[in-house]
């Protein structure tokens, strides 16, 4: 009993003697944490402090952060000339290629995972293979078929090419294989048809992956440049990104303060988007993490 207690008390003494430099680490590393935090906001501090600035105060030195008077107008006068358009344009083609890969690569991924057909893997790395070939490639044949369906210039030359994704392909089925196929057969011992197995069994098991996917789709289409530079010559069907390339670039001086103004509006839609599945975000990224 006696040796129990010194080694207790040893313990405690070790503890309490190693705790104030453990408190000291993890204040540093907040310091730390913080200090970078910051600096990563300046950026966006002085682009909603230059939206409200006059433009002859823009680039004058020291930076006025707070402006003495601020131009709200930066705000409203885009939405005159058509952002409002833009801004349409982007959330129906990014809301649409956002809800149709979480539909058809949680498929394909379900399909790829647990079920046993000739030809299974090789349509798997044929898939996979694409990722290997860079944008610039595919970019004039797409365009070309796109342009024999007559859907340059609408939504659907927009929106169908995005309609499914590689990557959301073989994340799904990574995460389908990590779900035990015991599931599967209880299910249909239980009678469940395979359209329930997959809706009310499966997709229930992978949401922290299908959050993640939803915010990696929804940022890809919201940001997403080329592609729409390529199949879109009517301003009625510009997208944020075109319209600020666009709209600005036209004028002999462009309105910085204007630019930064609609920079900083389209960045709201991405952010709504992390925050709202933020959670799923992250569970998703431990378990892949965890799945090596």
């Known amino acids: 009993m006696q040796t129990t207690r010194s080694v207790d008390f040893s ?9 104030p430099w453990r408190s000291i680490g993890y204040v540093a590393l907040y310091v ?6 910051a600096f990563m906001l300046v950026p966006f501090v002085y682009a909603l402090s230059g939206s409200l600035t006059p433009e002859r105060d823009l680039f004058t030195t020291p930076i006025k952060w707070i402006p003495a008077q601020p131009q709200w107008q930066n705000y409203v006068v885009p939405f005159e000339n058509n952002y409002a358009r833009y801004f349409l344009n982007s959330a129906i083609v990014s809301l649409i290629q956002t809800a149709s890969p979480l539909l058809l690569c949680s498929l394909a991924g379900y399909s790829l995972a647990k079920f046993n057909y000739p030809g299974r893997t090789f349509v798997f790395v044929f898939i996979l ?4 070939l860079p944008l610039q490639v595919t970019l004039i044949p797409a365009f070309l078929i796109v342009k024999q369906f007559g859907w340059v210039d609408n939504y ?19 995460f389908f294989l990590g779900v035990p196929s015991e599931y599967i057969d209880a299910a249909r011992i239980d009678g469940a048809s395979e359209p329930a197995i997959y809706w009310r069994i ?27 530079l390529v199949i ?15 709209y600005f670039g036209a004028t002999r001086v462009p309105e910085y303060g204007q630019l930064l103004a609609v920079s900083l509006l389209a960045t709201l839609p991405v952010l709504a988007v992390f925050l709202l599945m933020q ?7 431990a378990l892949s993490g965890l799945k090596g």
């Open 11 to 19: 313990r405690v003494r070790t503890a309490r003697q190693a705790s």
């Open 32 to 37: 730390v944490v913080v200090a970078g935090a």
């Open 129 to 132: 293979s694409t990722i290997m």
């Open 156 to 174: 659907l030359g927009l929106i169908v090419p995005g309609l499914a994704t590689t990557f959301g392909t073989f994340l799904m089925r990574q």
């Open 202 to 228: 499966m997709l229930p098991m992978i949401r922290a992956p299908l959050g993640a996917l939803a915010i990696f789709s929804f940022t890809g289409s919201w940001n997403s440049f080329l592609w729409p």
């Open 232 to 246: 879109i010559n009517d301003d009625q069907m510009r997208t944020i990104p075109l319209g600020i390339v666009f």
């Open 279 to 285: 959670r799923e975000f992250m569970k998703g990224a």
